[in-house]
């Protein structure tokens, strides 16, 4: 018997969970996959959105500008990389300026600060590599942020704060008896008073065991190209051009890890499993990704992947209590990521207020991250090398992470316990060479950890 | 602050070639710093045989070719750190490394070896579309997997790419119990040598399928099989798709030197070999700064890395005696034209020091019975017949020092004959 | 009988044609040098093969090693699995006998590599 079950252990699903962990209730996350942030949460464009395009007065319009000034600040007490690049909207053909200061009056309208828009020379001037525009928006408190750094930060610090993670656990119903809820898993059943339904591309098949008025969430499959940390300075802030219907359209961004990343493409499917790039999709991205920049250097893509956004019929998150205790955070598309924190913060206080629930004391809400040994000072590299070896040994060299880092991502509150999990709560293996000459020594210090022959470690 | 006259950065077979030839031309305080825990480079997973005909006039496995360099650098007293990582080489020569004893430090040195080797390119960089599931590894992750951690990764294995490490892989894993299935290379030709096509694949009736490449990866947890295609000018041929289950995806699809050091020190990049511009003495374009190995372009024959990283050690022991940056004379390039890819240096100094020069280059195609032909100023001044040129093979001729003497302006070194 | 094989003595590849009268070669064609046509005697009378594979340790510490000569052909995965299951311990040096006699060839297997105690 738990309060809370909150069924997904993406960002959305860490961020209620954390939320949560601020009051006196027990929470208990149950998720399929063998680690946090394994969907929508891993593949998506790390982009958090200044909020001037959503419509304003919906929930995403709220919750986005709120959680892009949370995520600012959470960077710093969850330590996770975040960086404050900008963003500019790119206009190519001067009829469509109009369209350029719509969303400067809808940012203005939904609160977004440092919105401005630019004349072709100012554009030319702050990226120069971008090709002619006949005007653009610029949005100051853009950035980008790295999406795994921030949902594993979540879930660590909810987990230290008392929560407790369920993973390899599928939820394959879940019914009413009396005043709980009876949730059955392949791994057996439990009860819980609450449950947050955080299933992203599952939140339809979630929502509909519990709720009468079916709702239903479309897999929109975006692909990407990331390229090579040469490139990364390609340009600096996070480049879009004018909105369509299917989305934000062909991006070009930087990463906080130095990479280039272009995509995505925009594909609505029904396989909520199909992750798989395309020829043809991979075509497209460098080709509307041309329209920005002509001279993006393809060569040097170092690897490409697809993500499904969680899309909804409603054309906004569903956040409510759709049925007795029973809270939806579905359909959370595009700025699901930036509004994570915003939308942690509302659904964990539905569920305070509706409990009567007492804030816990003892709560901490700051947490420490897997030490990013090439960032620091070399006083500091030595200090730690001195207390710790491990760090004095490179495992990842296209990254530059140590045996220390990983062996830190492997002991540490949620370790890691596949090779991408260590991947994305340290880097090791997101470089050029993409783990071909670390991974063997990864998986020993996996094997080592767990106890398990070095055949038995997995990738994923 | 630790002073060298010789830092070699690698110590694989180029970076103890280079050490050992340094010292042997009279350079003392030499040291060697090598990331994994023991000499030899690549060389110790490389297990097959086939190494060492032109060194040591006897055929021996990777390993024992390293340990044969390992034992002249231990028995000329070349000091070495293992297990330590260079993290940066600045202009100025002073070059940044990092051992778990020693922490991070900086040493300064009089001249430096860039032998870093190389890397295989991975999945990504190919394109390939569809899942990303656990049973993908470039050949030599694999190699390294089986050789040195005793795993085997997998059962039912089909690989992409003709390279050699592909070749000499679809060996050992059906050695070790597996079935290969088939290798695909998308040229209409092998990159690999065929000695390993007939002991490697013929030997156990594995297909190679040329003009053949991968276009659709299935299976989103664990690989599960892979869509082939026949290709005609790089492109699939609708119609010719082809499943083959499969657990285990090995790609050998090219090497790409290793530069990034390199690149951080400012040192010219020639993007046709992505390794350094180098001068007859493989001297880069920052003086006291040398390239050899797979870090300079990426060689088929451990034998010719060892020769070239002699030079590029004896070149160092000269700039160091002497200071000297160049010779006197004026620096003439080599231009490669039709049907050579790059060469290597990409230019000398007409007086160079030795009685002949060395150039080694690729060719972009395969020509029988040609010519390689050296013209300067439309006039010919070399010509060598050649049986056989194919891409997979380095080529190597030594021309004399009267014949490049005369040279006034760029030296065109080009292939006399028809591609096939 | 004719058969066909491609010399592997130099990138040339030249296609050859061999005939053969049982066992004996009768003759030798499409080969550009005397070297094919020695290859091609060996390939199809006795063809053999160098056998490098790895033994490991009861710790688990992998030793490359190689058969001092070639073996014949037939007898590769033989040798393989007989090798498979030598116990070796360290020390090892370089050249050091692992199997005396590998599947009965009367060749033994050597060690590659010097692999001192840990």
Same mark, same amino acid.
């Given at each position: 018997m738990v309060d809370v079950t909150i069924i997904g252990a993406g960002v959305i699903g860490c961020a209620v969970a954390r939320e949560l962990t601020k009051y006196r209730l027990s929470v208990c996350v149950v998720e399929k996959e063998t680690d946090v942030c394994e969907g929508t949460s891993k593949a998506n464009s790390g982009i958090v959105h200044a909020g001037f395009d959503c419509k304003p007065g919906t929930l995403k319009s709220k919750m986005n500008v709120k959680g892009c000034a949370m995520v600012r600040e959470l960077s710093k007490t969850l330590d996770f990389a975040y960086r404050n690049n900008e963003a500019l909207v790119l206009c190519f053909d001067p009829a469509q300026l109009d369209g350029l200061r719509e969303l400067y009056d809808r940012g203005t309208a939904n609160g977004v600060e440092g919105l401005e828009l630019l004349t072709p020379d100012q554009v030319r001037n702050i990226e120069p590599a971008l090709n002619d525009v006949a005007g653009a928006l610029l949005a100051k408190t853009s950035g980008i942020v790295c999406p795994f750094e921030m949902t594993i930060a979540f879930a660590e610090n909810a987990y230290d704060n008392g929560a407790d993670f369920r993973f390899d656990t599928t939820v394959t119903g879940i019914s009413k008896s009396g005043s709980f809820y009876r949730i059955e898993t392949d791994k057996g059943s439990f009860e819980s008073r609450f449950v947050v339904n955080a299933a992203g591309v599952y939140a339809d098949v979630i929502h509909n065991m519990v709720c009468e008025d079916k709702i239903k969430i479309t897999? +929109?499959?975006?692909?990407?190209?990331?390229?090579?940390?040469?490139?990364?300075?390609?340009?600096?802030?996070?480049?879009?051009?004018?909105?369509?219907?299917?989305?934000?359209?062909?991006?070009?961004?930087?990463?906080?890890?130095?990479?280039?990343?272009?995509?995505?493409?925009?594909?609505? %499917?029904?396989?909520?499993?199909?992750?798989?790039?395309?020829?043809?999709?991979?075509?497209?991205?460098?080709?509307?990704?041309?329209?920005?920049?002509?001279?993006?250097?393809?060569?040097?893509?170092?690897?490409?992947?697809?993500?499904?956004?969680?899309?909804?019929?409603?054309?906004?998150?569903?956040?409510?209590?759709?049925?007795?205790?029973?809270?939806?955070?579905?359909? %959370?598309?595009?700025?699901?990521?930036?509004?994570?924190?915003?939308?942690?913060?509302?659904?964990?206080?539905?569920?305070?207020?509706?409990?009567?629930?007492?804030?816990?004391?003892?709560?901490?809400?700051? +947490?420490?991250?897997?030490?990013?040994?090439?960032?620091?000072?070399?006083?500091?590299?030595?200090?730690?090398?001195?207390?710790?070896?491990?760090?004095?040994? %490179?495992?990842?060299?296209?990254?530059?992470?140590?045996?220390?880092?990983? +062996?830190?991502? %492997?002991?540490?509150?949620?370790?890691?316990?596949?090779?991408?999990?260590?991947?994305r709560r340290t880097g090791a293996g997101m470089g050029r060479c993409q783990a071909g000459f670390c991974s063997p020594k990864t998986m020993a210090l996996i094997a080592e950890k767990y106890g398990i022959p070095l055949e038995s470690v997995r990738k994923n | 602050?630790?002073?060298?006259?010789?830092?070699?950065?690698?110590?694989?077979?180029?970076?103890?070639?280079?050490?050992?030839?340094?010292?042997?031309?009279?350079?003392?305080?030499?040291?060697?710093?090598?990331r994994d825990a023991q000499l030899g480079g690549i060389l110790n997973q490389c297990i097959h045989n086939g190494f060492g005909l032109h060194t040591f006039k006897e055929e021996l496995t990777g390993p024992e070719y390293a340990e044969r360099y390992a034992d002249m650098v231990r028995e000329l007293g070349i000091p070495y750190e293992t297990g330590t990582m260079v993290l940066n080489i600045s202009d100025d020569r002073t070059v940044t490394i990092m051992s778990r004893?020693?922490?991070?430090?900086?040493?300064?040195?009089?001249?430096?070896?860039?032998?870093?080797?190389?890397? #295989?390119?991975?999945? @990504?960089?190919?394109?390939?579309? &569809?899942?990303?599931? !656990?049973?993908?590894?470039?050949? @030599?992750?694999?190699?390294?997997?089986?050789?040195?951690? @005793?795993?085997?990764?997998?059962? #039912?294995?089909?690989?992409? &790419?003709?390279?050699?490490?592909?070749?000499?892989?679809?060996?050992?894993?059906?050695?070790?119990?597996?079935?290969?299935?088939?290798?695909?290379?998308?040229?209409?030709?092998?990159?690999?040598?065929?000695?390993?096509? $007939?002991?490697?694949?013929?030997?156990?009736?594995?297909?190679?399928?040329?003009?053949?490449?991968?276009?659709?990866?299935?299976?989103?947890?664990? =690989?599960?099989?892979? $869509?082939?295609?026949?290709?005609?000018?790089?492109?699939?041929?609708?119609?010719?798709?082809?499943?083959?289950?499969?657990?285990? =995806?090995?790609?050998?699809?090219?090497?790409?030197?290793?530069? #990034?050091?390199?690149?951080?020190?400012?040192?010219?990049?020639?993007?046709?070999?992505?390794?350094?511009?180098?001068?007859?003495?493989?001297?880069?374009?920052?003086?006291?700064?040398?390239?050899?190995?797979?870090?300079?372009?990426?060689?088929?024959?451990?034998?010719?890395?060892?020769?070239?990283?002699?030079?590029?050690?004896?070149?160092?022991?000269?700039?160091?005696?002497?200071?000297?940056?160049?010779?006197?004379?004026?620096?003439?390039?080599?231009?490669?034209?039709?049907?050579?890819?790059?060469?290597?240096?990409?230019?000398?100094?007409?007086?160079?020091?030795?009685?002949? =020069?060395?150039?080694?280059?690729?060719?972009?195609?395969?020509?029988?019975?040609?010519?390689?032909?050296?013209?300067? @100023?439309?006039?010919?001044?070399?010509?060598?017949?050649?049986?056989?040129?194919?891409?997979?093979?380095?080529?190597?001729?030594?021309?004399?020092?009267?014949?490049?003497? !005369?040279?006034? #302006?760029?030296?065109?070194?080009?292939?006399? &004959?028809?591609? !096939? | 009988m004719t058969k066909e094989l491609i010399c592997i003595c130099c990138p040339m590849g030249c296609r050859m044609t061999i005939e053969l009268d049982g066992e004996k070669v009768v003759s030798v064609t499409g080969n550009t040098c005397k070297r094919g046509s020695a290859y091609a005697v060996t390939e199809l009378t006795a063809p053999v093969r160098m056998v490098t594979t790895t033994v490991r340790t009861a710790d688990g510490v992998s030793i490359p090693v190689k058969t001092k000569e070639p073996v014949p052909k037939e007898r590769i995965f033989d040798c393989v699995s007989e090798i498979k299951k030598a116990e070796v311990t360290l020390p090892v040096r370089v050249g050091d006998v692992i199997i005396e006699n590998v599947a009965s060839t009367g060749i033994p297997v050597v060690a590659a590599k010097t692999v001192p105690c840990r």
């Open positions: 897999p +929109r499959r975006g692909e990407y190209c990331l390229l090579d940390t040469e490139a990364g300075n390609t340009v600096k802030r996070t480049i879009f051009q004018l909105p369509t219907k299917m989305g934000k359209g062909v991006l070009v961004t930087p990463t906080v890890h130095g990479n280039l990343l272009v995509g995505p493409s925009a594909e609505n %499917i029904d396989d909520k499993e199909d992750t798989a790039t395309t020829a043809s999709g991979l075509a497209s991205v460098r080709d509307r990704a041309g329209l920005s920049v002509s001279g993006i250097p393809f060569g040097k893509t170092i690897t490409t992947f697809s993500g499904l956004r969680a899309v909804g019929d409603t054309d906004d998150f569903i956040i409510t209590m759709s049925a007795e205790n029973f809270i939806d955070a579905a359909g %959370i598309e595009s700025p699901g990521l930036t509004s994570a924190p915003a939308i942690g913060e509302y659904i964990a206080g539905m569920i305070a207020e509706k409990a009567g629930a007492e804030r816990n004391d003892a709560f901490n809400g700051t +947490r420490k991250g897997v030490v990013h040994f090439v960032a620091l000072s070399r006083e500091e590299q030595n200090e730690l090398i001195k207390r710790d070896p491990a760090y004095g040994s %490179i495992v990842c060299r296209c990254a530059t992470v140590t045996e220390g880092e990983i +062996r830190d991502a %492997i002991s540490r509150s949620l370790g890691a316990r596949t090779l991408d999990g260590v991947k | 602050m630790r002073e060298f006259d010789l830092a070699v950065i690698g110590g694989g077979p180029a970076g103890m070639a280079a050490a050992v030839a340094a010292k042997k031309k009279g350079l003392d305080n030499i040291i060697i710093f090598e004893e020693r922490g991070v430090e900086g040493i300064s040195a009089k001249s430096v070896v860039l032998a870093m080797g190389c890397r #295989e390119r991975p999945r @990504g960089a190919l394109g390939i579309a &569809g899942y990303r599931p !656990q049973g993908i590894y470039t050949a @030599g992750t694999a190699q390294r997997l089986i050789n040195i951690d @005793g795993v085997l990764p997998g059962k #039912e294995c089909v690989i992409l &790419g003709s390279g050699d490490i592909g070749l000499i892989m679809a060996r050992r894993m059906t050695l070790e119990g597996a079935h290969v299935a088939a290798v695909f290379e998308l040229m209409p030709y092998s990159n690999g040598l065929n000695r390993n096509i $007939v002991q490697c694949l013929d030997d156990f009736g594995i297909p190679l399928l040329l003009s053949h490449t991968i276009i659709d990866i299935k299976g989103k947890e664990n =690989l599960e099989g892979v $869509v082939v295609a026949e290709v005609k000018d790089g492109k699939p041929i609708a119609g010719t798709e082809e499943y083959y289950p499969c657990d285990t =995806l090995l790609l050998s699809c090219g090497l790409i030197p290793e530069n #990034e050091l390199s690149r951080a020190c400012g040192v010219d990049i020639n993007p046709l070999t992505n390794g350094a511009v180098v001068d007859d003495r493989l001297q880069t374009s920052i003086p006291g700064v040398f390239a050899c190995g797979n870090v300079l372009h990426v060689h088929d024959l451990v034998d010719y890395v060892s020769a070239e990283a002699a030079k590029a050690g004896e070149s160092a022991a000269e700039f160091v005696r002497s200071g000297q940056t160049s010779g006197d004379g004026t620096t003439i390039n080599l231009i490669p034209k039709n049907g050579v890819r790059y060469t290597v240096p990409n230019k000398f100094s007409a007086d160079f020091p030795d009685n002949e =020069l060395h150039i080694r280059f690729r060719v972009t195609g395969i020509y029988k019975n040609s010519a390689i032909v050296l013209k300067c @100023g439309g006039n010919e001044i070399f010509r060598k017949k050649t049986m056989i040129m194919i891409p997979s093979e380095m080529q190597d001729i030594a021309v004399k020092k009267d014949v490049l003497a !005369q040279a006034r #302006e760029d030296v065109e070194i080009m292939i006399e &004959g028809e591609a !096939q | -």
